[in-house]
């Protein structure tokens, strides 16, 4: 269908795109990096290394959302803005897709214009390119049927959905802000202020209606005037209540949902930009405990967030209308003036939560240290006194909770329920001496029962941000580390072909030049003056007895760790100008058993995860074979599922050797320069390592191999 042609991009124009889409959407770092360059004649499997490098060359990011040809509307509206690669006429062109409905879908044009194209003409023109050759039959048998104008349009349609609609589709990329942008960037990239902003105002209009109703019916009934329409309007003032009540609740779930999400993102990205010695010195129990700690913050930070805001509407509205009271001014400066101990008093508690918080967590490191921990010199020295630490920590957690739920007492129970005490004290005397109107007393009353309610919202979020505010500083380190700066691959290196780089005989593939290497924590230095060169074609046996530093050295050629000194250069370039991925693209890693994993999904996810995914046919295709070549057919054929088959902690289990040649096997899948194998054929027999071997030699174009001796 040509009617898309003039609403698409040009894969000569596809570095315009990107940048027109990034600026439109504002996306990208503003004004600091030239535009990417696309590749001369980008292909498909091009097209996606360069994509994603030049949204991050641009300060965007670009992930692939896998979606069904049959939810590709939905897929679009949700992942917008986003890029989508189309066929038109024969010709591969990408849409940038602005957002839209299921219906129609806004669309940024070449000539910069924002056009809305039918979503089913979008879906039909991509299901027509999957159906190829077999469209000629599809026609000819809706002739035969004889059906013609709407109905076959629809049958078509129909037929094209039923045959082709579950066919996974992998050129969708959605465009975002960037981790390192910052996390206010991201929250209004997706809307969340204003959001927050209207669940305010929709719950500020709430309370004052609420209030209107009571003041309509308590008029009336003051005045002697309780008819059919007081009654009336009361009823209705009432009902207008269910529809705003509805879209706070609505807005809050959406606000809930779409910070938490942004938040669990931010922290995932933070893990990742970890250093490898910050990740080292912490073992699997502190690791765990963020995670959990993330669930704490996103759900009392949260939380109380909303509740806080909302307890601040209703104070001020309680505030106002204690003014208009028997009270006068002085009642609502004294609702300001215990807010202010309400605050002072969440304060206190979470100065004294934040201790209890460590008390318990020394106690738990202690107790499962003595559960896992070799104690010898505790076993075999006399039973008296063995369990003396022990007692004094529980003790001093004791008295840590005691405190701590004084504080909460005091924080949840005395300051709502104590200023109704002083509020009616305070227009006591008013009452007593027949001062005030008998509305002005009901006003004071109403204004006093309303703060009330807001001061026990305000003490519930309080004690929920002093759970959340100690939660954060265990998960503050990953989310500071998510705005690390990365140095950032220029997209027409990644996009450019390894393999033809690895042709060059002429130039080194991988070099290192008087490479030092200190860990942060000590004084010594592991690694100092090293040198290597690693030309097309070489085969490299690395020996050394263990603590000699090569593990270290596969981790600075494989751009893990960064050199005290000296110079690492892969096809020419340092690290600084290729980046993470360009670098990763050009050298592959498999670690130290220890140091590497198998990840609880599939096995295929688990092979192709440093390629690509989702895969196509022929990313399984080879994984398949190379699993056989390195002599895993045997596993494949006991698994039900082959490849699909979820492997991992709560899956498949493998052997050690299993494991081993799935660690090579994803190194290769690669498509790298250089492999680096550290010390990966130490559990296999004989027979598997001559076929890992062999393997390995025919598809590594250079290899680097560190052993024992």
Partial sequence: MTELLPHTWPLSRAAEAVEALCTRCHLGAEGTRPPATAPQAPGEEALEKWL????AWLGAEA??????????KEGLAASA?????VRVAGEARLLAVLGGAST????????LRVRRVAATVLVETMQEFAAGSNLENLDALLDQAGLTGRRRSRARHALLADQFGSLPFRHLWQLRPASSAGFWRSLRFAGLPGQAALMGASHASEYVLWILSWYLIGLAALQGRLDFAWLAAWGLALLTLIPLRLATTWLQGRLSIGAGGLLKRRLLDGALRLDQEEIRHQGAGQLLGRVLESDAVETLALGGGILGGLALIELVAAGIILSLGAGGPWQAFLLLAWTGVSLILGWRYLARY???SFDRLEMTHDLVEKMVGHRTRLA???LTGRHEAEDQQLARYMERSRVMDSGAAWLTAFMPRGWLVIAVASFAPAFANSHASTAGLAVALGGSL???RGLKR??????????????????APLFRAASRPEPVCPPELLAADGKRAAGNNRSPLLEAQQVAFRHASRAETVLRGCSLRIMPGDRLLLEGPSGSGKSTLAALLGGIRTPSAGLLLAGGLDYASLGAAGWRSRVALAPQFHENHILTGTLAFNLLMGRRWPPTISDLAEAEALCRQLGLEELLERMPSGLLQIVGDTGWQLSHGERSRVYIARALLQGPCVVILDESFAALDPENLRRALECVEQRAAALLVIAHP
């Fill in 81 to 85: 803005p986003a890029l989508l690669l």
């Fill in 458 to 475: 305000l003490a519930e979020g309080l004690w929920q941000i002093a759970g959340a505010r100690v939660s954060w500083e265990m998960v």
């Fill in 63 to 72: 992930t692939a959302v896998p979606v069904t040809l049959g939810r590709l």
């Fill in 380 to 382: 075999q020295g006399s």
């Fill in 104 to 111: 129609r879908i806004a669309v940024l044009c070449p000539d």
């Fill in 52 to 55: 994603p490098a030049a949204a």
């Fill in 450 to 452: 309303l703060a009330y």
């Fill in 354 to 356: 934040r201790g209890w």
